[in-house]
């Protein structure tokens, strides 16, 4: 079996095909696109392959043939032609940080000029507009063919200035003048796409290029990005068959943008060289603005697993007024588990964590947040708690972590007067583990508070708040065994743990601790 090399880090196309590398034919997409429509934008999380499909599509349109052999797109069922080679212009915004509006300016004309200088056409001074639409009428002029351009991470200067609302804004109305340019040169163009991770309001960036067709949730293009059960399957079975394949499927497939579900290539590569489980892809780096942002508005994971949205919420946000669950869809960390539409209440997807990385990632470093006195998370040795099942292990570790968060959490935040906060936590302590944990989990009798699955135990929750109310002052034990809570998971020949917390608001950790067995 030939073992071609990984694409780590590789966004050339012609790089991956003529060195030998492993490629996932996505052509399919690339012949479909131009045959369908002329302006597109697609958002997806980073380090997702949109600069090779940018690159691919480069190749594509400049008529490389030689490229494509034994893909689709050198098939007579695509419809390509590759006699026609049409001019290319490409900015790619991840090459050089731009952090001001002066910089970004200055950016801007320093890539006009270059495409001055390249098609042989001196542009009168001009606003960087004007200059554009000089250019883009000039080299079709001469090449007698309509031009293609290319535009990825479009958003980057705005993301990197988003901890100041103010220059942000600035460089997004910057940015908006330059981009609408292109609507005016529509008989000049044969294609325009557009990627990045984020959409900005329809008052932003798109006001003035609002002919783009965004393809984001579009469930027949959800694959365009990202690696798929077949790929893996096909292009990597040489390296698939090392792993096993629920466990490589358990940590890093479930993205999902309403149609078939994708693995992160980076992870899958990285999993492939080094041969270890590790968040490879959450390890890169977490924007600083979004923990900022959850820290002047913080809302624990358990609260994104399951939120219901509607697609003013995932379709774009203003520099100036982001809302956390946004962000995360639109950087990765939340994906699409469902979705309903209708004509009577309109587009609904339900979001949560796409696989076993995200979910123990983002956890823990929310844990790591509380407070630099939040016990460190020995993985091994706080499974081995709950796998052998060590109740009074377990006690001890949550007593230890309610212990640790700083009091100006409490004093910021009302909702730790309930129990819905203190599940929150503990839910975010072990989500951090990689257990499977179900927060109102559903039975014929009512809703387990949280419910914890291991290799041989069943955990299952009860949790109740001290003197808020009637409810409160119950034994939350008694509760789990009057609803018979148990029975959804006596089948499972695994043993069944009950466990009830009764919290206290004033020391903020346990006030009683009852443990039963089924």
């Given at each position: 079996?030939?073992?071609?090399?990984?694409?780590?880090?590789?966004?050339?196309?012609?790089?991956?095909?003529?060195?030998?590398?492993?490629?996932?034919?996505?052509?399919?997409?690339?012949?479909?696109?131009?045959?369908?429509?002329?302006?597109?934008?697609?958002?997806?999380?980073?380090?997702?392959?949109?600069?090779?499909?940018?690159?691919?599509?480069?190749?594509?349109?400049?008529?490389?043939?030689?490229?494509?052999?034994?893909?689709?797109?050198?098939?007579?069922?695509?419809?390509?032609?590759?006699?026609?080679?049409?001019?290319?212009?490409?900015?790619?915004?991840?090459?050089?940080?731009?952090?001001?509006?002066?910089?970004?300016?200055?950016?801007?004309?320093?890539?006009?000029?270059?495409?001055?200088?390249?098609?042989?056409?001196?542009?009168?001074?001009?606003?960087?507009?004007?200059?554009?639409?000089?250019?883009?009428?000039?080299?079709?002029?001469?090449?007698?063919?309509?031009?293609?351009?290319?535009?990825?991470?479009?958003?980057?200067?705005?993301?990197?200035?988003?901890?100041?609302?103010?220059?942000?804004?600035?460089?997004?109305?910057?940015?908006?003048?330059?981009?609408?340019?292109?609507?005016?040169?529509?008989?000049?163009?044969?294609?325009?796409?557009?990627?990045?991770?984020?959409?900005?309001?329809?008052?932003?960036?798109?006001?003035?290029?609002?002919?783009?067709?965004?393809?984001?949730?579009?469930?027949?293009?959800?694959?365009?990005?990202?690696?798929?059960?077949?790929?893996?399957?096909?292009?990597?079975?040489?390296?698939?068959?090392?792993?096993?394949?629920?466990?490589?499927?358990?940590?890093?497939?479930?993205?999902?943008?309403?149609?078939?579900?994708v693995y992160n290539p980076f992870d899958i590569l990285l999993l492939f060289s080094k041969g270890i489980f590790r968040p490879y892809w959450f390890e890169t780096g977490t924007p600083g603005f979004l923990i900022e942002l959850w820290k002047n508005a913080p809302r624990l994971p358990a609260e994104f697993d399951g939120m219901v949205v509607g697609e003013e919420i995932l379709g774009s946000f203003d520099p100036e007024q982001i809302r956390v669950e946004t962000l995360l869809f639109q950087a990765g960390y939340l994906t699409i588990h469902s979705w309903e539409s209708n004509p009577d209440i309109g587009t609904w997807y339900t979001l949560g964590f796409p696989n076993r990385e995200v979910r123990e990632s983002f956890n823990r470093m929310i844990l790591s947040i509380l407070g630099p006195d939040t016990p460190n998370i020995s993985v091994p040795a706080y499974r081995t708690i709950l796998e052998s099942g060590d109740t009074e292990g377990l006690r001890t570790r949550i007593q230890a972590l309610f212990a640790s968060i700083p009091h100006d959490w409490y004093r910021k935040n009302p909702i730790s007067q309930y129990e819905g906060y203190y599940a929150s936590v503990f839910y975010a302590w072990l989500s951090s583990l990689g257990f499977t944990v179900i927060p109102e989990d559903v039975t014929n009798k009512g809703r387990i508070d949280l419910s914890v699955q291991t290799g041989l135990i069943t955990w299952i929750f009860e949790f109740k708040v001290f003197g808020i109310d009637r409810s409160g002052e119950r034994n939350p034990l008694d509760h789990i065994k009057n609803q018979g809570y148990a029975e959804k998971y006596l089948a499972e020949s695994k043993q069944v743990i009950l466990v009830g917390i009764v919290w206290n608001p004033k020391t903020r950790n346990i006030e009683q601790w009852e443990v039963a067995t089924e």
């Open positions: 079996m030939t073992l071609k090399k990984l694409p780590i880090g590789i966004q050339s196309f012609s790089t991956i095909i003529t060195d030998g590398y492993a490629y996932v034919d996505k052509t399919k997409y690339i012949s479909k696109l131009a045959l369908q429509g002329k302006y597109y934008f697609l958002s997806r999380p980073r380090r997702f392959g949109k600069s090779l499909l940018i690159d691919t599509i480069d190749c594509a349109f400049s008529g490389k043939r030689d490229l494509f052999s034994g893909l689709y797109l050198d098939t007579a069922e695509s419809g390509w032609d590759f006699s026609f080679q049409y001019p290319v212009l490409r900015i790619d915004w991840s090459v050089a940080p731009v952090r001001t509006p002066e910089e970004l300016e200055r950016r801007i004309h320093e890539i006009l000029d270059t495409w001055a200088l390249h098609y042989e056409c001196t542009p009168v001074p001009s606003t960087s507009g004007g200059k554009l639409d000089f250019i883009v009428r000039t080299i079709q002029q001469k090449t007698g063919m309509q031009v293609v351009i290319l535009i990825d991470e479009y958003d980057k200067p705005i993301l990197d200035t988003l901890k100041t609302p103010g220059i942000a804004a600035e460089m997004r109305d910057m940015l908006r003048d330059f981009y609408g340019v292109l609507k005016s040169l529509d008989s000049s163009l044969k294609f325009v796409m557009l990627t990045g991770v984020s959409k900005f309001v329809k008052t932003g960036i798109f006001s003035g290029l609002n002919n783009l067709n965004d393809i984001t949730l579009d469930r027949s293009y959800s694959a365009i990005c990202g690696y798929t059960e077949y790929d893996l399957d096909q292009v990597f079975k040489a390296y698939i068959h090392e792993f096993d394949k629920d466990k490589v499927r358990e940590w890093y497939n479930g993205y999902s943008w309403t149609g078939e579900r």
